[in-house]
């Protein structure tokens, strides 16, 4: 086809701009080490290999005094104190510590679990276990704009109900739920709240006692630091909140969290937050900037494009679209030099079409033709515009494949078609 | 996941792309599959009433890379066969051909079904046409 030449003149025009290929733009996947968190983090390998926990000699004072900044950079990120962090492996192993930990020790007080069907998996399956055990858990349903409806979570909380876990940014659409509003609702109520806030720690501001946030979710390697290490902030007073260990042992981080800290991991941590203190003002402005140019570049170019989840309540470098009548895995085939992801069954190891986007109402068809683009810290404009590039003329060249597209242009009506879908592939 | 490479050349340049008039009584059109399980196939054959033989195939198809490969191979595949020699082509000869991972078998499937549906509508054409012409005779 005729459209590998006009890859190769896009290649040559991105090349001569300084774009290198491939280019990362799955930024909530995971992002590439910012490069004064790794040089902070070497000596902590090599020469202060300390364990954090030696109360009696200088290789783990330097280990504990690490740890003892990183804590301080942390909390003053998300406005707590440094006493009131614990250090994980991850936000999987945070979100588990915070739900299975307040559903032990509150379990006096009741059974009764609020959670939202776009949370992540991470927060889903830990709610679905906890059903196995004798607890009750609410899946609040989200508006078409991806957020949760406050009136009906004032409505489903009990006097049975011990936490409420909702999302500050969903991990697909980027969407923004009202924490603010939702931690005031459950002060009032009396109900614990926790935030999965992987991906808006570092991206948006996050204030624990504005926001009434009683325990967060957190993770480096989302904010441009190490994989396998987090944090939990456990709220200390007004009111204190304490959750039951799931991993026993030393009785590291005040018996929250047994195991030898990750102090290199830790400092990593530290670092991240330290810059995003510093930095996340100009970032926004950097990444919304960036984020408009695509949209424009794309949706100016394509027609039957469609945003999925709230543009106004949404992470700065999210951008989730669904290209009608385009399949998302032959999509991602024809952009095989930009890394990005898709909610299409195909792409997914369940063969489920993404979760979330079902959640909004938009149909499977829709869900499978969608891209999420998660642009970050180092992309630059003419990767934006290589990208943009890219996708508009695979949609294009995707479309002329289509029957759908075909049968659209035609005014068939597809919701009115009969398909004679192969049951057993599905 | 990775691709073969008769996939990534299937995909990259599809042979047979495009339709031809699905109410002419020489034209079997196949269409199956469904938007909301990610895969539609539009597969057309052109069907010489004399001898039988497929003379020309297009196809459409919305779905992976994998669907598209299959499609595009089997209107490769059928051009030049009669209509019962192509009733013969399984969905593991695709999968053999392109060397297609287990998850992308149900894309095989499909493009079997898409030449079998062409094949049943071009028949029901031919056999509403008989009747007709053996009356204005």
Request: charged share 25%; with cysteine.
């Amino acid at each position: 086809m005729s459209s590998n030449g006009n890859t190769a003149v896009l290649e040559e025009q991105a090349s001569s701009k300084g774009v290198k290929l491939p280019i990362y733009m799955d930024n909530h996947a995971t992002t590439p080490m910012d490069p004064r968190v790794l040089e902070e983090m070497l000596p902590y390998f090599m020469e202060k290999f300390g364990n954090a926990a030696s109360r009696n000699h200088p290789f783990g004072w330097v280990a504990e005094e690490a740890v003892d900044l990183a804590r301080e950079r942390i909390a003053k990120l998300i406005g707590a104190t440094s006493k009131e962090i614990i250090f994980t492996s991850g936000a999987t192993e945070s979100d588990n510590l915070a739900i299975k930990g307040v559903a032990e020790m509150y379990r006096e007080k009741g059974n009764h679990i609020i959670t939202a069907v776009t949370e992540h998996k991470a927060v889903l399956d830990t709610c679905k276990r906890l059903e196995k055990y004798g607890y009750r858990v609410t899946y609040l349903p989200v508006q078409k704009n991806g957020l949760i409806d406050l009136d009906e979570l004032k409505q489903a909380i009990t006097d049975k109900t011990i936490l409420v876990t909702l999302m500050a940014a969903n991990n697909e659409i980027g969407v923004l739920q009202p924490v603010a509003e939702i931690g005031k609702l459950c002060r009032e109520r009396g109900v614990i709240f926790h935030s999965d806030a992987t991906q808006a720690v570092g991206k948006v501001p996050i204030d624990v006692n504005k926001q009434n946030l009683d325990l967060i979710s957190i993770s480096a390697h989302k904010m441009y630091g190490p994989k396998g290490v987090g944090a939990l902030y456990v709220r200390r007073k007004n009111p204190r909140v304490q959750v039951s260990a799931i991993i026993d042992g030393g009785g590291h981080e005040r018996g929250m969290r047994s195991g030898t800290l990750n102090v290199p991991g830790i400092v990593g941590l530290g670092k991240c937050c330290a810059i995003a203190s510093e930095e996340m003002e100009k970032e926004t402005a950097y990444l919304m900037g960036l984020r408009e140019r695509l949209r424009e570049k794309i949706m100016g170019r394509l027609d039957e494009c469609y945003i999925n989840g709230s543009m106004e309540h949404r992470l700065p470098g999210n951008l989730n679209i669904s290209f009608a009548y385009v399949e998302g895995e032959s999509l991602l085939m024809g952009i095989n030099d930009v890394a990005v992801s898709s909610g299409s069954a195909c792409t997914s190891a369940t063969l489920e079409p993404s979760y979330v986007l079902k959640a909004l109402g938009a149909g499977d068809d829709l869900a499978h033709s969608s891209i999420r683009f998660g642009i970050g810290r180092f992309n630059t404009e003419a990767e934006i515009d290589y990208v943009a590039d890219r996708v508009v003329e695979t949609v294009q060249r995707l479309r002329e494949l289509s029957p759908l597209y075909e049968m659209a242009k035609e005014g068939i009506d597809l919701t009115k078609v009969k398909w004679a879908a192969e049951p057993a592939a599905h | 996941m990775a691709y073969s490479d008769k996939v990534i050349d299937h995909y990259n340049n599809p042979r047979n792309v495009g339709s031809m008039d699905k109410n002419s009584p020489e034209v079997g059109t196949g269409l199956v599959g469904a938007p909301e399980c990610g895969d539609v196939m539009k597969l057309q054959i052109k069907v010489n009433p004399q001898t039988n033989v497929i003379e020309d195939a297009k196809f459409k198809t919305f779905g992976c890379g994998s669907a598209i490969a299959s499609s595009s191979l089997a209107t490769e595949w059928v051009k030049g066969k009669t209509v019962d020699e192509a009733l013969s082509i399984k969905n593991m000869d695709i999968v053999k051909e392109l060397s297609l991972p287990p998850v992308k078998i149900h894309c095989s499937v499909l493009a079997e079904d898409a030449i079998r549906s062409a094949i049943s509508d071009w028949k029901k054409k031919q056999a509403s046409a008989k009747p007709a012409a053996a009356v204005e005779a």
